[in-house]
Structure formats: C-alpha cells, structure tokens
C-alpha cells in the first residue's frame, strides 16, 4: 500500500502526469485509448489529452492486470466488454422509474379487465 501512485485533487490531468502516476510512458496510454474504447480523456482546446481520476483509476486497473496478474491484452478487452455490458444494463432512475411506472399501468388496465 504505501507505495501506490498519489492523485491530488485537479479535476483534469495531462497525459505527462498521468504518465508519472502510473509509472508508463505516454505512448502505452495512447495505445490503450486506442484498444480499449471506454478509455477516452476528454481533448483541450490545444488538443491535449486531459483525463479524469475515474480514467487514472482504469489505467491503474490495466496496468494492474496486465503487469502484475499477467493477462493477456485480450484476457483485460474480454473482462472490460463484460463489466461494461452489465454497467450499460443498469438503467438511470429517471428510465428505471419510467419502466416501472409502464409496468404498474399495464397491471392496473389487467386488474380493471378481470373486475368489470
């Protein structure tokens, strides 16, 4: 534990520092922007890579995987389709509520159908 990268508390990190952080050149987190499409910092107006903690944290992860348990690039495309499959199934409360609300309408039109 005691020798984990630090993030401070900016919103926004250059590539550079998160190059630093995560102790990888800047080429390999080009790469993995491009094989892993989740993986996608927001551009300044120069065009500069600018992530956010959340992206340090997957590249953290990545590296983790990759480096230290020994997957395969595959192995990791394989696991982040999956978790990102059930992360897209879990529905907004605005949509979950919509749902819902459909759901109770229909059983109400069946309970009003069966005591006519």
């Known amino acids: ?26 080429y390999v987190l080009r790469f993995w922007e491009s094989e892993f499409p989740f993986l996608k910092p927001k551009k300044s107006r ?3 890579r600018l992530y956010v903690r959340r992206e340090i944290e997957t590249v953290l992860e990545i590296k983790r995987m990759l ?24 529905m907004r409360p605005k949509e979950l509520a919509q749902k819902l609300r459909g759901n109770l309408q229909a059983i109400l039109k069946i309970l009003e159908s069966h005591s006519a």
């Open 1 to 26: 534990m005691g020798n984990e990268p630090r993030l401070g508390s900016k919103v926004f990190y250059k590539i550079g520092e998160v190059s630093q952080i995560a102790k990888l050149p800047a």
């Open 46 to 48: 120069g065009n500069q």
């Open 67 to 90: 480096y230290e348990e020994g997957h395969t690039l595959a192995g990791v495309k394989r696991y982040w389709a999956r978790r990102g499959r059930v992360a897209s199934q879990q």
